[in-house]
């Protein structure tokens, strides 16, 4: 079946330095995009999401890009800290879905 | 501000009991969400509600059963727990399912069947 998948299962990056964390989908009918934080021992949370009319968006210090042409979407942070230490997760839904699909997770350790 | 709330947060259970995972929300959100964590996986749907009285299976129903009597409570029954059901499970809701309706998530349930 259709999934969407992450290309690396960890990260590890120097404090202060920019991350970007990569997502491929395979389902060309999501429309609706969204990256999700999972600290040790708590719950998804949101991040920032994207509708496929749209190939950037930005938040503080987080930016979302999407690639339809490759079905590829991307997270990146900007001056990354040690609180941005945590599971990373992409998730896409059909505009119209009632439910989401998620990736494994890549696993984002910061360096002091 | 309480969001989703979900109880038990750790339980061990011997093969073949039964157990309630309890989750209420307090954000009067239609729909509402069970998933299952695996470690190292992403998440799985278990079962989720559109509204009162209305489930529907998700990808990975067998072996639950869950009911929605209100709008803010969607507990989930695991009958005859098996080893297989070991995993983090997360109860989630959002305002609907549709659209930029973003889903919210409780801290999530550790069960071991043992």
């Known amino acids: 079946g259709e999934s969407v998948g992450l290309h690396l299962p960890t990260l590890s990056v120097q404090e202060g330095d920019n991350s970007i964390i990569n997502c491929a989908y395979s389902?060309?009918?999501?429309?609706?995009f969204i990256w999700y934080k999972q600290e040790s021992g708590k719950g998804p949370q949101f991040i920032i999401d994207i509708r496929s009319n749209m190939d950037k968006r930005q938040g503080q210090r987080v930016t979302v890009l999407l690639n339809k042409t490759v079905k590829h979407l991307s997270l990146q942070i900007a001056a990354t800290q040690p609180g941005d230490s945590a599971v990373y997760f992409c998730?896409?839904?059909?505009?119209?879905?009632?439910?989401?699909?998620f990736g494994a997770g890549t696993r984002l350790t910061v360096k002091p | 501000n309480a969001g989703v709330t979900q109880t038990p947060k750790f339980r061990i259970l011997k093969i073949g009991q039964s157990m309630t995972l309890q989750c209420t929300q307090d954000m009067n959100h239609n729909y509402m969400y069970w998933y299952r964590q695996d470690p190292g996986m992403g998440l799985k749907l278990i079962y989720y509600?559109?509204?009162?009285?209305?489930?529907d299976k998700g990808e990975v129903p067998n072996g639950y059963n869950v009911s929605r009597s209100t709008t803010e409570d969607f507990p989930l029954r695991l009958e005859l727990a098996a080893p297989s059901q070991t995993s983090v499970y997360f109860c989630?809701?959002?305002?609907?399912?549709?659209?930029?309706?973003?889903?919210?998530f409780g801290e999530g349930s550790w069960l071991t069947v043992v």
């Open positions: 998730a896409d839904r059909d505009w119209n879905g009632d439910d989401m699909r």
């Open positions: 509600s559109v509204g009162a009285g209305i489930t």
């Open positions: 989630a809701s959002s305002r609907t399912g549709q659209g930029t309706n973003t889903i919210y």
């Open positions: 389902n060309s009918a999501s429309d609706y």
